[in-house]
């Protein structure tokens, strides 16, 4: 089986700090995505990676940053966490070799920024 | 440009019953389309997809959805609802191929309640 992991279930931060979201996945997978979702706006995608130091921005990258050194672990950076960015981030991954070109997604951190 | 449609952000339907979830795309390029349940504090875990051939589509827990060209549809349904049932049901659509092109386009979730 697939298995993507998160870092922590559950984070409280406080606005100013730098806060490091953690995402790995056992399946060689060369994509990967970082969205925040919030109630009544679904999964917004933050930023994407094809592969190994490979980014693009997604549809809401501000505020954010990311790291990609290894294929399997995706980081999502809040430079300055402010409360606005109390959220849901689902870390996801997916191959692009042979298809079918699903997601497999993390748990989820539920971030709380005070 | 790809886009989902969810229509009704809430569904609510008696045990036992047919559940029915509206999905429609839009897409310049055969899509590839999928169907995503979470559950409560949980993360996404697929239903089923479509990529090419048979339109109808099984996947797990009795769900299926069929795929309308036709229509730009790819409802899902179940013929009797169970109460383990209840969750957040996303429908996704994206193209083939794995260039930024391909990037999933979520919608915006349909929220199913199940009433004894």
């Known amino acids: 089986d697939v298995k993507v992991t998160q870092s922590s279930r559950y984070l409280v931060k406080r606005t100013g700090e730098k806060v490091f979201l953690e995402c790995v996945q056992d399946m060689d997978h060369e994509n990967m995505f970082w969205y925040r979702q919030d109630p009544g706006l679904g999964l917004r995608l933050i930023y994407f990676s094809y592969d190994v130091k490979m980014k693009e921005k997604g549809d809401i990258p501000e505020g954010y940053s990311v790291s990609r050194e290894k294929k399997e672990r995706f980081s999502l950076i809040l430079e300055s966490a402010s409360t606005n960015q109390t959220s849901m981030y689902l870390c996801?991954?997916?191959?692009?070799?042979?298809?079918?070109?699903?997601?497999?997604f993390g748990p989820g951190t539920r971030l709380t920024v005070t | 440009a790809q886009s989902v449609t969810q229509l009704g952000s809430h569904v609510s339907v008696s045990e036992g019953a047919l559940v029915l979830l509206r999905c429609n795309y839009s897409s310049s390029v055969p899509p590839y389309l999928f169907w995503y349940v979470q559950y409560p504090n949980q993360g996404l875990q697929l239903l089923l997809k479509y990529t090419t051939g048979a339109t109808l589509v099984k996947g797990i827990n009795g769900f299926e959805a069929e795929f309308k060209k036709s229509e730009t549809s790819f409802h899902l349904t179940k013929p009797s609802a169970h109460m383990s049932d209840a969750a957040e049901y996303f429908c996704?659509?994206?193209?083939?191929?794995?260039?930024?092109?391909?990037?999933?386009?979520f919608g915006s979730g349909t929220r199913l309640s199940i009433r004894p």
């Open positions: 996704a659509v994206s193209g083939p191929g794995s260039s930024s092109a391909s990037k999933i386009i």
């Open positions: 996801a991954s997916r191959r692009t070799s042979g298809g079918p070109y699903e997601q497999y």
